[in-house]
């Protein structure tokens, strides 16, 4: 619980912080760290970018309706493109939940199509609480 407590100590010393925009991203091991934040203190993200992550299945309940984007590569065997498929489909009507497949992909080279280009970013910062 150490990240929430910090975030919160700094939103707090910093007001000027949007507490309504604060966002988790990461790929392989920090997709699924960004996951289990996300379990642990749902209401402090706006949202998640989970790229090539294990997920956290934890807190279904709780993080049905937050705004995910799931991300992984068909031929990922690292750490395995059906995780995330189990979690799409268990998260299923979720109006807020994408999935993106890259079919020929790996777990070493998934980051590639977004370093080409802003649409994480894009997707992220329209997004709020």
Do not use: C
Request: no cysteine; glycine share 6%.
């Amino acid at each position: 619980m150490a990240l929430p407590e910090l975030i919160k100590k700094i939103t707090t010393e910093y007001p000027e912080i949007d507490k309504n925009r604060i966002y988790l991203v990461g790929y392989s091991m920090g997709a699924s760290t960004a996951q289990d934040l996300l379990n642990i203190a749902p209401e402090t993200f706006a949202a998640i970018v989970s790229i090539a992550g294990v997920p956290n299945f934890s807190n279904l309940n709780t993080i049905r309706n937050k705004k995910i984007w799931l991300i992984h590569g068909g031929e990922d065997n690292e750490n395995p493109y059906a995780g995330s498929e189990v979690l799409y489909k268990k998260l299923k009507g979720n109006k807020n939940l994408l999935f993106t497949t890259y079919t020929y992909l790996n777990h070493n080279n998934i980051t590639i199509p977004f370093l080409l280009n802003d649409e994480i970013p894009k997707w992220l910062f329209g997004k709020r609480k």
